[in-house]
């Protein structure tokens, strides 16, 4: 099957607003690229290379491949086609399954876990391969879901951010993906042909919330057919005038905060959250629909990851 070039353009167009908007890729990056062998990932690598050689300055790509102990994980095929392909790329081996297996108990999700464990890898990785930048697959359902699952068991309006500025001795995360719809992104994959390699550890836990949510949204799609597009676009057009939160109202601001006066929906402090100067800024943005996201702060592991081998190609 031949790449869907059709599709390739629409998806670039949609990365393209999103830069536009959050600045996700600038001069000089070094971007290193999550690469787990998903659809959601492999789309990324190539729409990314394909969108950086349409700048007008200069940005460098590194794919990273996790190898986390999976029975039966077989990474070359993906090496292979990134060797085919033109990827620079790192193949890092860790033992996080095993670990995250013997760590959560009986019962208990194992995605939180091997997550934060991943997450903190990504950023070690980061630090050998020279990279600022670490770019996340997550797509425009993830982000839908991740805002009703916070609505409904957490309790909270928070969703996921398209760039979260680095921390000290840090990396910056970007998730050029999130205006993109994961059925787009999954006929783009079919269509480069990419090996898709299973995540062995989430498949033995199906019913998980989120499974839950894919289902609900599914449901009510049959009653509202746009009802992704208007939930995402929820995301990019809130009234924060209108929602409960005190910490919201300009007179609420500490008088030992006053960087928060210029904060963001899509950069938002550790520890407060303040639309009122994006509101006061842009007042207009009520009438139109764009695709920023809420803020989410980034999560660093400490230094428990178990050690491993790693290469570099």
């Not at 890729?25 to 492999?42: E, H, L």
């Not at 990504?122 to 609505?151: C, P």
């Not at 992104?185 to 499974?211: E, F, H, K, M, N």
Request: proline share 6%; hydrophobic share 40%.
């Amino acid at each position: 099957m031949a790449e869907d070039s059709s599709l390739r353009d629409r998806l670039l167009r949609q990365i393209s607003r999103l830069n536009r908007e959050h600045e996700l890729i600038t001069p000089g990056d070094r971007i290193m690229v999550a690469c787990s062998g998903g659809k959601d990932s492999w789309a990324m690598l190539h729409l990314v290379r394909a969108y950086v050689r349409k700048l007008p300055f200069s940005v460098s790509l590194v794919a990273m491949n996790l190898d986390q102990g999976q029975p039966g994980y077989d990474p070359g095929p993906l090496l292979e086609h990134l060797r085919a392909h033109g990827f620079e790329h790192h193949l890092e081996i860790r033992d996080t399954y095993s670990v995250v297996r013997q760590k959560t108990p009986a019962g208990k999700i194992y995605c939180s876990r091997c997550a934060r464990m991943r997450r903190a890898i990504l950023h070690q990785v980061a630090d050998r391969l020279g990279a600022n930048k670490i770019a996340l697959g997550h797509h425009r359902d993830d982000l839908i879901e991740t805002l009703l699952l916070n609505q409904m068991f957490a309790g909270r309006l928070r969703g996921m951010a398209a760039h979260l500025p680095a921390p000290p001795d840090g990396h910056a995360l970007i998730r050029p993906l999130l205006a993109c719809a994961e059925a787009d992104l999954a006929a783009y994959a079919a269509s480069l042909a990419v090996p898709i390699l299973p995540c062995t550890l989430c498949g033995t836990q199906p019913d998980t919330r989120r499974q839950q949510v894919k289902r609900w949204l599914v449901t009510l799609e049959a009653q509202i057919p746009n009802l992704r597009q208007s939930l995402a676009a929820a995301a990019g057009n809130v009234e924060p005038e209108h929602l409960l939160d005190r910490r919201l109202r300009a007179d609420e601001i500490p008088a030992e905060r006053p960087d928060l006066e210029n904060a963001r929906l899509d950069v938002v402090s550790p520890t407060f959250v303040t639309l009122r100067s994006m509101h006061k800024r842009d007042n207009a943005h009520k009438n139109a629909v764009n695709h920023s996201v809420g803020g989410l702060t980034p999560t660093r592991c400490g230094s428990t990851t178990p050690t491993g081998n790693h290469r570099l190609t």
